[in-house]
């Protein structure tokens, strides 16, 4: 039997926190490891535990929930972030990826349907709401080819420029003055974004694409 997904739930409101525990509580894969209501807490949280999936408010207190996934991005790159949120705002849901996020779900869901996201984030898919991805794929195409460099951080970006000169797991970490078991989680995420299946193949898509900010 696999170990539970251990998943860290981080929103403000304490009435719909705890109906999102209550909610996943029964499912037998899935592990509530943490709670949150602040950003703050929720990247605290984040570097003590290391949860494999967060789920993250937009409208958190202190600095906000954008803010707070790039820095939880940054510090435990093996987390998989998932916005839970009200916002269909397409700024909103383009910043949510580029800081990071690996999903981004509308309140209103049925537990059914989070477990599943949850369990799909894990395994390294992206989810979008339907509702929401059809103007998030036509803002990341509009006017220009599709440049799926579009979807790294900007931390998964370095790494993968300095992959395509070469440089192995270790070396990275060295020069980033990073683990390299942290080199390699990011670079687990890099592979699952750009659905390659190894090294070779993403730097051969920086070969073709360039930076993601020269694609325009």
Same mark, same amino acid.
């Given at each position: 039997?696999?170990?539970?997904?251990?998943?860290?739930?981080?929103?403000?409101?304490?009435?719909?926190?705890?109906?999102?525990?209550?909610?996943?509580?029964?499912?037998?894969?899935?592990?509530?490891?943490?709670?949150?209501?602040?950003?703050?807490?929720?990247?605290?949280?984040?570097?003590?535990?290391?949860?494999?999936?967060?789920?993250?408010? #937009?409208?958190?207190? /202190?600095?906000? +929930? $954008?803010?707070?996934?790039?820095?939880?991005?940054?510090?435990?790159? @093996?987390? =998989?972030?998932?916005?839970?949120?009200?916002?269909?705002?397409?700024?909103?849901?383009?910043?949510?990826?580029?800081?990071?996020?690996?999903?981004?779900?509308?309140?209103?869901?049925?537990?059914?349907?989070?477990?599943?996201?949850?369990?799909?984030?894990?395994?390294?898919?992206?989810?979008?709401?339907?509702?929401?991805?059809?103007?998030?794929?036509?803002?990341?195409?509009?006017?220009?080819?599709?440049?799926?460099?579009?979807?790294?951080?900007?931390?998964?970006?370095? #790494?993968?420029?300095? /992959?395509?000169? +070469? $440089?192995?797991?270790?070396?990275?970490?060295?020069?980033?003055?990073? @683990?390299? =078991?942290?080199?390699?989680?990011?670079?687990?995420?890099?592979?699952?974004?750009?659905?390659?299946?190894?090294?070779?193949?993403?730097?051969?898509?920086?070969?073709?694409?360039?930076?993601?900010?020269?694609?325009?």
């Amino acid at each position: 039997m696999n170990d539970p997904i251990r998943v860290l739930i981080a929103d403000d409101h304490p009435l719909f926190r705890e109906g999102v525990v209550h909610s996943l509580s029964g499912k037998m894969d899935i592990a509530v490891i943490g709670q949150a209501d602040t950003s703050e807490e929720a990247l605290r949280l984040a570097r003590e535990l290391l949860p494999d999936v967060i789920l993250l408010d #937009i409208a958190m207190p /202190v600095r906000g +929930g $954008l803010a707070i996934a790039s820095e939880i991005a940054v510090a435990c790159p @093996a987390t =998989k972030i998932v916005m839970l949120t009200v916002s269909e705002h397409e700024d909103d849901l383009l910043s949510a990826f580029k800081a990071g996020a690996r999903g981004y779900v509308l309140k209103g869901v049925s537990a059914r349907e989070l477990a599943n996201i949850i369990s799909t984030v894990a395994d390294g898919e992206v989810y979008v709401t339907p509702a929401l991805a059809a103007g998030l794929l036509v803002e990341m195409t509009r006017g220009r080819p599709y440049n799926p460099l579009i979807q790294l951080t900007d931390r998964e970006q370095e #790494i993968l420029q300095l /992959v395509a000169k +070469g $440089l192995t797991n270790r070396q990275i970490g060295e020069r980033l003055h990073l @683990a390299e =078991k942290t080199i390699k989680h990011y670079m687990t995420n890099v592979l699952g974004k750009l659905h390659v299946h190894s090294r070779l193949e993403a730097a051969m898509l920086i070969a073709r694409h360039g930076r993601r900010d020269s694609a325009g």
